[in-house]
Structure formats: C-alpha cells, structure tokens
C-alpha cells in the first residue's frame, strides 16, 4: 500500500492551535461566570464590526465579556486591545437594543485565563477605556 505524506502549513497549525486555546478559554470564563450565578446567552456575537466573546446576564444586567488568555494573567492582560474594547462597546449597544432594550443595565468585562485554566476578572473595564 502506498504512503500518503501529509504536508501542513505551520502558520495555518498555529491558527488552529490558536482558535482551540480560545474555545478552552471561553469555556474556563463561561464555567466561571455560571458559578458565580450569570446565566449563558450567547458566544462569539457579532455585530458593529466587532465579535463579543461571551454575553451573559446577571439579573437584568447585560454582561459583555472580551476573553484573553496567556501563560500568566499578566500575559493576558497584555493582549487587551482598547481599540477592539471600544469596537466590542458599540457592538454591545446594539446587542442590547436588539435583545434588552434601550435602557437595560451593561457592563464589559475582560476575563483572563492563565495556562492552568484559572480565571480573573477585570468588571467594568468599558469605564477604563
């Protein structure tokens, strides 16, 4: 039987490892806020030209979460881009006027994953920016 060689692209393998760091990630920041009582209401929506990660809701709260994951917390928060926090605000002003109407009560959080899976959050990161 002949021997099929598989030729990969190592920029499209790190993608890929990438892309699965971030679905672990999310789950880790989802895992964490259905602990704390956040019930699920969607996962990596997008609109006005940004993604959100995760949205939530605590009572009546919109909870709009930007993951980051790194080795160390540190590392994550590293990679916290304002530019894409203000993108990802404008995107939760329209998932809200989409799914809680006009005057429902939001915060954006960044959630930080460490390489052992563990979670800190940065609430209300939106007032930083």
């Known amino acids: 039987m002949a021997e099929v060689l598989e030729f990969r692209n190592p920029r499209i393998e790190r993608g890929h490892q990438a892309y699965l760091r971030g679905l672990s990630a999310e789950d880790c920041a989802l895992r964490h806020y259905r602990d704390r009582g956040a019930r699920f209401e969607a996962a990596r929506w997008r609109g006005a030209g940004a993604e ?3 949205v939530l809701r605590e009572g009546a709260r919109l909870v709009f979460v930007e993951v980051k994951a790194g080795k160390t917390f540190d590392h994550a928060a590293q990679r916290v881009n304002w530019a894409q926090l203000h993108r990802i605000m404008r995107a939760a002003e329209v998932y809200a006027g989409q799914h ?4 429902v009560e939001m915060r954006i959080d960044v959630a930080l994953v460490d390489g052992q899976g563990a979670v800190q959050i940065l609430e209300n990161v939106s007032m930083a920016a």
Do not use: M, Q
């Open 52 to 54: 959100i990660d995760l």
């Open 100 to 103: 809680g109407g006009a005057f």
